[in-house]
């Protein structure tokens, strides 16, 4: 009976996800969306039309009595996740833009658009593509405010944009056409070393961080929203194609070991006191070997499509926070990839000071963890730059937890309202980053496709840290990074066994991995 029972509630589901193309009524495809779930804490945010592959990927698996995957997929496309958009023409992208805000509106939700096309975006590697352009660009990023008008949303601002910069892309020059078509993004990246930890003095108190909370597990949806192309609304218009999303791109030399990061039990056990009545004493670590110079951020400004990122970014900066109610953050890469020395000055270059905050973790697997200590001390070091501080003295994810206190302590605002927020990715970190055993790839490409990765917490802008605006799926859960070839010749990704499909694509196994591995779980 109970078999019964749970083949006719998937069948149903499956039987609404896969005719609803054929119901013609715009008011029937509005009353199904309606029924989408929203997050149960904060603000309830946007839920776009599914990926149709997905839905033929929960037919096939209802078909063959995998129950459990096929509602952990539906569970999966129905959470609120980014809208993309890249590539469109500035009509096009205007429209699209208009309708999606349009249908959020509507339905009182807040939409989160994911802006991915500035010139010589990934470079020009595998999600190649974007204006080709500065003027190209002002152009699409006016047409973006437009189409958003005074309604409320929040973007994440061109993901690898600056973690990437056109300097770190081993001489690769900038694309003269959009590509039609691109495949994920390229492999490892050179990462800043962290610099020494400064000699203590007694710290002053600092506020605590609170403990940042998880938004509750989805519950079986009942019915399945509209079958539209991705990142659009229902409607008479036409549908973008997908758009590539990145991974962690990098330069074309050998990566260098990203730093470890200190990772507390929680961010906040920074601000304890010693259990004992009296203040322990300091015990300096021995300093570590001075590391061969890397090249500084006014070396990188004297690159001229470096500087021309800086003026893209400013542009977009400037005109969608002039918006009434547009929120807006930076690209600023994950805890593995930039020392915070180096990723400050780049978000300070390209216009922090007038934005919301910055993004970490977009497209990447980084432990909650490991980004909200990271974005804490990204958002202190923003503020002791812009009291006059440099920024080669701020704190480094892979100091002590003594040395992360004391700089806190000694500089840290107490007002959070002074501080930058940020918003990180959880789409695909449940069970954090891939760690190849063997190193038998020249080029492991842990970013890219890693096997039995897992969704990670739902999304929520209420995350308990005053910093930490929200929790978002911007990564489209199910999407392929691209043709992961880890250093051979391909065509097959040696680590799986297959081609992959390129990025953008629908990408049925890892899909079902993430369902399966997903923290916590979306399956009953």
Not at 178 to 200: C, N
Request: net charge negative; glycine share 8%.
């Amino acid at each position: 009976m109970r078999t019964r029972r749970k083949t006719l509630a998937v069948s149903m589901a499956v039987l609404a996800a896969t005719a609803l193309p054929l119901l013609s009524g715009s008011a029937v495809q509005a009353a199904v969306q309606e029924r989408v779930a929203a997050p149960s804490h904060g603000t309830p945010l946007y839920v776009p039309p599914a990926d149709r592959a997905s839905y033929r990927q929960v037919t096939r698996l209802a078909w063959r009595g995998d129950y459990r995957g096929a509602s952990g997929l539906l569970a999966m496309v129905r959470t609120p996740q980014a809208v993309w958009y890249g590539d469109e023409s500035p009509a096009r992208v205007a429209r699209l833009v208009r309708m999606t805000t349009r249908d959020a509106a509507r339905r009182d939700r807040l939409p989160v658009l994911a802006l991915y096309n500035v010139p010589g975006r990934d470079c020009g590697s595998y999600s190649a593509g974007g204006a080709r352009t500065t003027d190209e660009y002002k152009a699409w990023i006016d047409a973006v405010a437009q189409g958003i008008g005074d309604r409320e949303v929040m973007i994440v601002l061109e993901p690898d944009s600056l973690a990437l910069l056109p300097s770190d892309c081993g001489g690769q020059e900038r694309e003269d056409t959009p590509a039609d078509a691109a495949a994920g993004a390229v492999a490892g990246t050179t990462t800043t070393e962290p610099t020494t930890a400064p000699a203590l003095t007694e710290p002053t108190t600092a506020p605590a961080l609170t403990e940042p909370t998880t938004a509750p597990a989805l519950t079986e949806p009942t019915t399945a929203p509209a079958l539209t192309e991705p990142t659009t609304v229902p409607g008479p218009e036409p549908q973008p194609g997908a758009v590539p999303t990145p991974g962690a791109s990098a330069t074309a030399a050998t990566p260098t070991p990203s730093p470890t990061p200190f990772l507390p039990e929680d961010p906040a056990d920074l601000d304890k006191q010693p259990e004992t009545g009296e203040p322990a004493a300091v015990e300096l670590e021995p300093e570590p070997e001075p590391e061969p110079e890397v090249a500084t951020e006014t070396q990188i400004n004297g690159d001229t499509l470096t500087d021309a990122r800086f003026t893209e970014i400013k542009y977009a900066v400037d005109t969608l926070m002039a918006l009434s109610n547009a929120k807006v953050y930076l690209d600023a890469g994950h805890a593995g990839w930039h020392a915070v020395s180096s990723i400050v000055p780049r978000l300070v270059d390209a216009g922090i000071d007038e934005a919301t905050g910055f993004a970490l973790n977009v497209s990447h697997y980084q432990t909650d963890q490991a980004s909200e200590l990271y974005g804490r001390l990204v958002s202190a070091c923003l503020a002791y730059v812009a009291d006059g501080g440099d920024p080669e003295a701020c704190p480094e994810q892979s100091w002590s937890r003594r040395h992360l206190r004391a700089w806190l302590r000694a500089h840290e605002p107490h007002d959070p309202s002074e501080m930058k927020h940020f918003v990180t990715d959880t789409s695909r970190n449940g069970r954090g980053p891939w760690t190849p055993r063997h190193s038998r790839h020249a080029d492991p490409q842990s970013w890219c496709n890693p096997p039995h990765r897992g969704l990670g917490a739902r999304p929520t802008t209420e995350t308990g840290d005053p910093l930490h605006d929200a929790a978002l799926w911007v990564k489209t859960p199910g999407q392929s990074d691209g043709r992961c070839l880890r250093g051979t010749s391909g065509p097959s990704d040696p680590v799986r066994g297959m081609v992959n499909p390129e990025a953008g694509q629908w990408f049925p196994d890892q899909a079902l991995e993430l369902v399966r591995f997903a923290r916590p779980s979306v399956t009953p």
